[in-house]
């Protein structure tokens, strides 16, 4: 791999030296790399992928050069090697500059099908909440009406190899949670708090959101839902698409400011993660800088939250045996794993049981289930074969990305198991105390 480069990098978004020289090439993150865990291959560990992006940027290997491509894409960006890396080396941040280079390189060069792709989704679902929405009714609509199980008997979705895409397609709500300005009172409140909707979660996981508003209003919490709201960015800076990653983080600073909340309150992980980086996706902003610092700081994942102003401990009793498994941008990028295991235990009646490999990425990681299907399909199949052996009814965990993964392969294993997340099992255990309070 020492071809004469023809293309580097090059312009704002570049990979910076004083990141990837960082690395002093110890290994520690090899373990933690679930494609490295797959395939036992240098090339698929984030050491094999700092020494070929340093070789692309000192003009060693070609930007475009097929190995370097198909490698900066495998990687799930999961942030695993972040957190067990003793120089510190901010590998999430290397992987999505060089994954923009190589889409401003190749925008007007890709192929039909894949540019059409982006635009449906980046252009149009993600930047567009009624794009989504209108998209949701017609999934709904197909998942209703018999034309899905028709497709699938049919053998229709084979033989148009949509097969895999169409069964890790989200069950869509009967009711979305649509942001539109609601305000959420509670009596003699102590903190005020602003829901990140989301994309997927309020059209796909609406239950999730209602349940968060009435879990937060037991802690004392009033909650604003700004309309002004919108998609955190996540998918489109870990496509590539970084410019179009900041200015869906400038809508959401400014639907924050204008809310007049004290903490920005986030229902999925992976929307945290990113949320949480933006000081550092405008920090070259001279108009947004401050700004997105001063919201960064604000910003708590909900079981980070709950964990630390408390709980209200009128919970009833629920009779399961749960495994948690750690949303990949819950434990790696925010370094949060004890509060969601602190809250569930709070729970009476629950046994909660660790699983092996709990923080190993399920495979979901954004659309990494989409673009990379067969590594997607490895580790959903290691990740079930981890949940079955705990022996629990109901596995929990943060993330919509991980509870669609997780669903899918258990149901395609056989599995009964369910998938909750946190903050339902914890508004079922509230609401089975409030009708044991109510019989007579």
Same mark, same amino acid.
């Given at each position: 791999? &020492?071809?004469?480069? &023809? $293309?580097?990098?090059? #312009?704002?978004d570049?990979? !910076?030296?004083?990141?990837y020289d960082?690395?002093?090439?110890?290994?520690?993150?090899?373990?933690?790399?679930?494609? *490295?865990?797959e395939t036992?291959?240098e090339?698929?560990?984030p050491r094999?992928?700092?020494?070929?992006?340093?070789?692309?940027?000192?003009?060693?290997?070609?930007?475009?050069?097929?190995?370097?491509?198909?490698?900066?894409?495998?990687?799930l960006?999961?942030?695993?090697?972040?957190? @067990?890396? !003793?120089?510190?080396?901010?590998?999430?941040?290397?992987?999505?500059?060089t994954?923009?280079?190589?889409?401003?390189?190749?925008?007007?060069?890709? !192929?039909?099908?894949?540019?059409?792709?982006?635009r449906l989704?980046?252009?149009?679902l993600?930047? $567009?909440?009624?794009?989504?929405?209108?998209?949701?009714?017609?999934?709904?609509?197909y998942?209703?009406?018999?034309?899905?199980?028709?497709?699938?008997?049919? #053998?229709?979705?084979?033989?148009?190899r949509?097969?895999?895409a169409?069964?890790?397609?989200?069950?869509?709500?009967?009711?979305?949670?649509?942001?539109? +300005?609601?305000r959420?009172?509670?009596?003699?409140a102590? $903190?005020?708090?602003?829901?990140?909707?989301?994309?997927?979660?309020? @059209?796909?996981?609406?239950?999730?959101?209602?349940?968060?508003?009435?879990?937060?209003?037991?802690a +004392?919490?009033? @909650?604003?839902?700004?309309?002004?709201?919108?998609? /955190?960015?996540?998918?489109?800076?870990?496509?590539?698409?970084?410019?179009?990653?900041?200015?869906?983080?400038?809508?959401?600073?400014?639907?924050?400011?204008?809310?007049?909340?004290?903490?920005?309150?986030?229902?999925a992980?992976?929307?945290?993660?990113?949320?949480?980086?933006? +000081?550092?996706?405008l920090?070259g902003?001279?108009?947004w800088?401050?700004?997105?610092?001063?919201?960064a700081?604000?910003?708590?994942?909900? &079981?980070e939250?709950?964990?630390?102003?408390?709980i209200?401990?009128?919970?009833?009793?629920?009779?399961?045996?749960?495994?948690?498994?750690?949303? /990949?941008?819950?434990?790696h990028?925010?370094?949060?794993?004890? !509060?969601?295991?602190r809250?569930?235990?709070?729970?009476? +009646?629950?046994?909660?049981?660790?699983?092996?490999?709990?923080?190993?990425c399920?495979?979901?990681?954004?659309?990494?289930n989409?673009t990379?299907?067969?590594?997607?399909?490895?580790l959903?199949?290691?990740?079930?074969?981890?949940?079955?052996?705990?022996?629990?009814?109901?596995?929990?965990?943060?993330?919509?990305?991980?509870?669609?993964?997780?669903?899918?392969?258990l149901?395609?294993?056989?599995?009964?198991v369910?998938?909750?997340?946190? @903050?339902?099992?914890?508004?079922?255990?509230?609401?089975? *105390?409030?009708?044991?309070?109510?019989?007579?």
């Amino acid at each position: 791999m &020492t071809q004469t480069a &023809t $293309h580097g990098f090059s #312009g704002t978004d570049v990979p !910076p030296a004083s990141i990837y020289d960082q690395c002093v090439r110890c290994g520690l993150c090899l373990p933690a790399c679930p494609t *490295y865990l797959e395939t036992m291959t240098e090339t698929s560990s984030p050491r094999g992928r700092i020494s070929l992006i340093k070789a692309v940027a000192e003009g060693r290997l070609d930007l475009l050069s097929a190995g370097f491509v198909d490698q900066m894409s495998e990687c799930l960006d999961c942030r695993a090697c972040e957190a @067990v890396c !003793p120089s510190g080396v901010h590998y999430g941040r290397l992987v999505e500059t060089t994954r923009a280079q190589i889409h401003e390189a190749t925008r007007r060069t890709a !192929p039909v099908r894949e540019r059409l792709v982006r635009r449906l989704a980046l252009d149009l679902l993600f930047s $567009h909440p009624r794009a989504m929405r209108a998209a949701a009714v017609l999934l709904r609509f197909y998942q209703r009406s018999g034309l899905q199980t028709l497709a699938r008997r049919s #053998g229709l979705l084979r033989a148009l190899r949509l097969d895999r895409a169409e069964a890790l397609a989200p069950t869509i709500s009967e009711r979305f949670f649509v942001a539109r +300005g609601q305000r959420y009172e509670v009596r003699g409140a102590r $903190h005020s708090v602003m829901l990140h909707a989301g994309c997927i979660m309020h @059209v796909a996981f609406a239950q999730v959101n209602e349940a968060t508003t009435r879990v937060l209003g037991r802690a +004392g919490c009033t @909650v604003v839902v700004p309309a002004a709201q919108g998609c /955190c960015g996540a998918i489109a800076i870990h496509a590539g698409a970084i410019d179009q990653g900041r200015e869906m983080a400038k809508r959401n600073i400014a639907a924050f400011e204008a809310s007049g909340a004290q903490y920005y309150i986030v229902n999925a992980a992976g929307c945290g993660s990113t949320l949480k980086e933006y +000081g550092e996706l405008l920090e070259g902003d001279p108009d947004w800088a401050q700004r997105a610092a001063s919201f960064a700081s604000r910003v708590r994942d909900v &079981t980070e939250f709950l964990d630390a102003v408390g709980i209200a401990p009128e919970l009833g009793p629920l009779e399961e045996i749960v495994a948690y498994q750690d949303p /990949c941008h819950l434990a790696h990028a925010q370094r949060l794993t004890d !509060p969601p295991r602190r809250l569930l235990q709070r729970i009476p +009646g629950l046994t909660l049981r660790e699983m092996n490999e709990s923080s190993v990425c399920c495979g979901s990681a954004g659309i990494y289930n989409v673009t990379e299907p067969e590594m997607a399909e490895r580790l959903q199949r290691r990740k079930v074969k981890n949940v079955l052996a705990t022996g629990a009814n109901t596995v929990a965990t943060a993330n919509p990305g991980c509870a669609l993964q997780l669903q899918a392969g258990l149901r395609a294993a056989g599995s009964k198991v369910r998938v909750r997340h946190v @903050v339902e099992l914890l508004d079922e255990s509230y609401s089975r *105390y409030s009708e044991a309070t109510m019989r007579p």
